[in-house]
């Protein structure tokens, strides 16, 4: 199989079909309702969740977690029963700027301590809000530079212990993976197209170590994933 583009800088100029707030909010809500089955299969967030998340977790008290840029929010809702199972007391806040994803998650079933508003980070920041974690999905790589760089400072800020970006990482392999292995399963929605456009625009591991601050650490993933962190206890 050819590849249609390089992949050797990221396209940062393209546009996801799901960003056009014209879009069809038929097509847009399916999408929304696919991500649990899409990210099942790629993002991999039982294993962070497992290896990175769950040790951080205290058994004693209430723990809480900011979700930013939640989507449809089945990334906050899997967190949620993941921690509930364990016999952990997990409160979620869940943030998107898009009104149309914040609407889709709010009617879907509630789950305890879990609670999804319209907001950015920064507007949680001039709120003086903490949490103890903070985690994204599929989210940097809709950034510019100088917004990834505005983002993690607000992380910086609004964390108390750690913080944990999952995204795509850029490379041929996971392209024609996505559009030979992943895409076709999902008919009807901006799955397969987005999805191919979000590689295109995805960072490499070594972008991203370069953007990132000091502080920060990249970690790669099998298959094709990049985890942005922050540990604001061992920095304290």
Not at 34 to 45: D, H, I, K
Not at 59 to 83: F, K
Not at 165 to 171: G, V
Not at 220 to 225: K, M, Q, W, Y
Request: aromatic share 8%; net charge neutral.
């Amino acid at each position: 199989m050819i590849l249609p583009v390089p992949l050797t800088v990221r396209e940062i100029h393209l546009a996801e079909r799901m960003d056009d707030p014209h879009c069809d909010l038929t097509e847009l809500n399916r999408t929304y309702a696919q991500f649990g089955a899409v990210n099942g299969l790629v993002a991999g967030w039982r294993q962070v969740y497992r290896q990175v998340l769950r040790p951080r977790l205290s058994a004693s008290r209430p723990n809480t977690l900011l979700d930013i840029g939640c989507g449809g929010g089945d990334v906050p809702r899997a967190l949620a029963r993941w921690a509930a199972r364990d016999g952990f007391t997990l409160r979620i806040t869940a943030i998107d700027a898009d009104a149309r994803a914040v609407a889709f998650a709010q009617d879907q079933p509630p789950v305890s301590g879990l609670h999804f508003r319209q907001a950015m980070s920064g507007d949680l920041m001039r709120e003086g809000q903490r949490f103890d974690l903070v985690t994204s999905n599929h989210l940097l790589h809709h950034l510019t530079a100088s917004e990834l760089s505005a983002l993690l400072q607000d992380c910086e800020g609004l964390c108390s212990d750690l913080v944990v970006h999952s995204d795509i990482q850029r490379s041929p392999l996971a392209y024609l993976g996505f559009r030979a292995g992943v895409a076709p399963l999902f008919r009807g929605s901006f799955i397969g197209p987005d999805g191919l456009l979000s590689i295109r625009r995805s960072f490499t591991a070594a972008e991203l170590r370069e953007l990132a601050p000091p502080d920060w650490t990249v970690r790669t993933v099998i298959p094709f994933r990049n985890l942005l962190m922050y540990e604001a206890s061992a920095r304290a």
